[in-house]
C-alpha cells in the first residue's frame, strides 16, 4: 500500500478502506499498531519524514543542557519528562495511542516544555500580514472542522439513544458544515434506518438508500458503503 501512495498517502483512514485490496485473508482493524507506519500511509513519506524531524528536534533542543532550567523543575523531574515522551515515542510504534485526543494533547504539552532556539527576524509588513491571515485561515478551519465533528458525534449519539429525529437534525447540520465528508452521509444512513426499523416507515429506506449513493460516489472503494448499498438497492428511486 506505500508503495502505490508513497508520496501523498492514501488520507486520513485510507487503511481502513483499502485493507480489503491488499490482504491475504479476510480481517478487518481500523487502524495499523504502529502509529509511524500509519502517518506514513496517511501522509506519505514526505510526510513521515518531517513527523521524524519533529522527534528529532525535541531531543536536539532536549540534548543543549537542562531544558527545564528557569521552570522551577528539579533535574529529576526533567529527567521524569523527557523519560515518559521517550516512552510514548516507543509505545506508538506497536500501538495507536495518538488517535486519542487526550492522549496527543498530553504528549504535545511535554513536547513543548523544551523551550525551541529564539530567531530574531527584522520586522517587516507584508511577512507579519501573511503570517497573521495564514494563523487566522488556520484557527478558522480547526474550529469549522470541530464544530462539524461535535455535531456528527451528538447525532450519532442520539442515534444509539433512539431520538432518531434529534440524530437527523444534527447530522443534517454536519452535512451542511462538512459536505464533503462521506462518513457523515453514512451515519446519517443508518440514522434512517433505525428510523425506518423502529417507526416501519419506507421512506426512511429511501432517504438511507439515497446519502449511501452520495457516500459511495465519493468513497467507492469504502466496503461498508458498498455492503449497505446492496441491502438498500431495493429501496433506490
Do not use: C
Request: glycine share 8%; hydrophobic share 45%; aromatic share 14%.
Amino acid at each position: 500500500m506505500i508503495s502505490d501512495y508513497w508520496l501523498g498517502g492514501t488520507g486520513g483512514g485510507g487503511w481502513s478502506v483499502l485493507q480489503h485490496l491488499y490482504q491475504s485473508q479476510d480481517y478487518y482493524v481500523k487502524f495499523i499498531h504502529n502509529h509511524y507506519i500509519q502517518t506514513i500511509l496517511d501522509v506519505g513519506v514526505i510526510g513521515g519524514l518531517a513527523g521524524l524531524f519533529i522527534i528529532g528536534l525535541f531531543y536536539w533542543n532536549a540534548g543543549r543542557g537542562n531544558f527545564l532550567e528557569g521552570t522551577g523543575m528539579q533535574e529529576n523531574e526533567s529527567k521524569g519528562i523527557l523519560l515518559i515522551v521517550t516512552v510514548m515515542f516507543v509505545h506508538i510504534g506497536f500501538d495507536f495511542d495518538l488517535t486519542y485526543p487526550l492522549i496527543f494533547a498530553m504528549l504535545l504539552t511535554l513536547i513543548l516544555l523544551v523551550p525551541s532556539p529564539t530567531w530574531t527576524f527584522r520586522q517587516r509588513t507584508l511577512p507579519l500580514i501573511v503570517a497573521t491571515l495564514m494563523v487566522a485561515f488556520a484557527a478558522t478551519s480547526f474550529l469549522w472542522l470541530s464544530l462539524g465533528y461535535v455535531m456528527k458525534s451528538n447525532g450519532m449519539r442520539a442515534s444509539v439513544a433512539g431520538d432518531f429525529d434529534k440524530a437527523r437534525t444534527q447530522l443534517d447540520q454536519a452535512e451542511k458544515w462538512i459536505p464533503w465528508s462521506s462518513t457523515i452521509l453514512y451515519e446519517s444512513a443508518k440514522n434512517d434506518v433505525r428510523r425506518g426499523n423502529a417507526m416501519k416507515n419506507r421512506q426512511d429506506y429511501v432517504s438511507a438508500a439515497a446519502k449511501m449513493d452520495k457516500a459511495h460516489e465519493m468513497l467507492p472503494k469504502q466496503t461498508l458503503y458498498s455492503d449497505l448499498l446492496e441491502e438498500l438497492s431495493i429501496y433506490k428511486n
